[in-house]
């Protein structure tokens, strides 16, 4: 479940903006679920980037299958350790899925042409680290922090621009 004292509706937006807004979730299924929440305020506010911080095992995939399950349909999704971007192509947008975790400066992104997907669709980027700079300006910042065994911390820091 989500705290409610942290998490509400105003207006018709799924989200209060303030900055940053701070969240806690008690579950993997509640992260995964405010993912899939946020995955609608993402398309109604045309926001192209989200990154991901925080620590090893806190949730980063789990609130992005969230996103992905929504925009896509799609349950199938894992971190790309290893081949660093995974696309879920069967929504109306196209979803990206990057893990920079091995990626240690910005001409690594260029090898791969991070640029070009930015103009294709929804980038979520875990452990961009050490390419924050690189990052559209547009980017939605989400990290998660570990409050207990199933408890997190969710901080998401919107774009100034919306």
Do not use: Q
Not at 14 to 35: I, V
Not at 78 to 95: A, Q, R
Not at 134 to 151: D, H, Q, V, Y
């Amino acid at each position: 479940m989500v705290k409610k004292s942290v998490y509400r509706k105003k207006n018709s937006d799924t989200f209060h903006r303030t900055n940053p807004l701070c969240l806690e979730t008690d579950s993997a299924e509640s992260t995964e679920k405010l993912g899939r929440r946020l995955a609608e305020w993402l398309r109604k506010h045309n926001i192209g980037c989200v990154v991901f911080t925080g620590p090893f095992g806190s949730g980063k995939t789990t609130m992005i299958r969230g996103i992905i399950k929504n925009l896509t349909g799609r349950n199938d999704v894992s971190s790309p350790s290893f081949t660093i971007v995974n696309e879920y192509s069967d929504g109306k947008v196209p979803v990206y899925h990057f893990d920079f975790y091995r990626i240690k400066n910005s001409d690594e992104l260029e090898s791969f042409g991070f640029r070009e997907y930015a103009d294709k669709g929804l980038l979520l980027i875990e452990w961009p680290e050490a390419v924050l700079k690189n990052m559209p300006a547009k980017s939605l910042r989400i990290n998660i922090e570990f409050l207990g065994l199933n408890r997190r911390k969710i901080t998401i820091t919107f774009p100034e621009e919306i």
